[in-house]
């Protein structure tokens, strides 16, 4: 198993740009979550989904922020537009139903200039 | 459990030591608890998990004990490698925050020293 996969692993950016994260669940897990991982706060998770629909999204920051999941592998978070706080390590994580244990992708590492 | 910034503790550990990484969570009503390394520029990958109704967990080289009357959750590393250099979290989920949600823990940098 490839495990889950996100792209890009770098991003830099400009500030005002908008921002498009990607990610592909682990093959037959049905819950995907995003995190973002800063120095300040440490691990937050910003949203989950569970069969593709949104289910909490109270930890997004503000209306800046935006995650889709059109199918059961892929998923988005888009941020438009960037601002440099928004620089952090951003982690997609999925799981199966049932189980509890979730697994972490590489991440995506932003910087916002 | 509460996820706070800047500083994270750190544990030196001489090779082929034992090393012990505590973790204090916040919600007395979290019954799964987890552990994830993180080793630099990689996600956290799982360790060890382990159920309120239990108190200890063994795996390979690794023991997760958790006392529920102090909120207190320890993860103990067997005769520790310089491979176990990492940072170790913990995380609680279920009770008021839900099955599916984790909080995590600050983070301990375990440092493995030749």
């Known amino acids: 198993d490839a495990g889950v996969i996100q792209s890009p692993r770098h991003e830099v950016t400009e500030m005002g740009q908008e921002v498009t994260l990607r990610c592909k669940p682990i093959?037959?897990?049905?819950?995907l979550f995003w995190y973002r991982q800063t120095m300040m706060r440490g691990l937050e998770l910003l949203i989950y989904?569970?069969?593709?629909?949104?289910?909490?999204d109270s930890g997004m920051p503000e209306d800046r922020f935006s995650a889709k999941m059109p199918n059961a592998s892929f998923s988005t978070l888009k941020i438009q537009p960037s601002e440099p706080r928004d620089s952090a390590v951003y982690f997609c994580?999925?799981?199966?139903?049932?189980?509890?244990?979730?697994?972490f992708g590489p991440g995506t590492r932003l910087l916002v200039l | 459990g509460e996820s706070v910034g800047l500083h994270l503790p750190t544990l030196s550990v001489q090779e082929g030591d034992n090393s012990i990484i505590n973790c204090a969570y916040s919600?007395?009503?979290?019954?799964?608890f987890i552990w994830y390394k993180q080793e630099s520029g990689k996600g956290p990958q799982f360790i060890i998990d382990?159920?309120?109704?239990?108190d200890k967990r063994q795996g390979q080289r690794v023991t997760v004990l958790l006392n529920k009357t102090v909120k207190h959750l320890s993860l103990q590393i067997a005769a520790t490698q310089p491979g176990d250099s990492a940072v170790y979290f913990c995380?609680?989920?279920?009770?008021?925050?839900?099955?599916?949600?984790?909080?995590f823990g600050t983070g301990t940098r375990l440092k493995v020293l030749a």
């Open positions: 989904f569970n069969n593709n629909v949104p289910i909490d």
């Open positions: 382990i159920r309120s109704n239990m």
């Open positions: 093959s037959g897990h049905d819950y």
């Open positions: 995380a609680e989920s279920g009770g008021t925050s839900g099955t599916y949600k984790y909080i």
């Open positions: 994580a999925s799981r199966v139903g049932g189980m509890e244990t979730q697994y």
């Open positions: 919600n007395s009503a979290s019954d799964y």
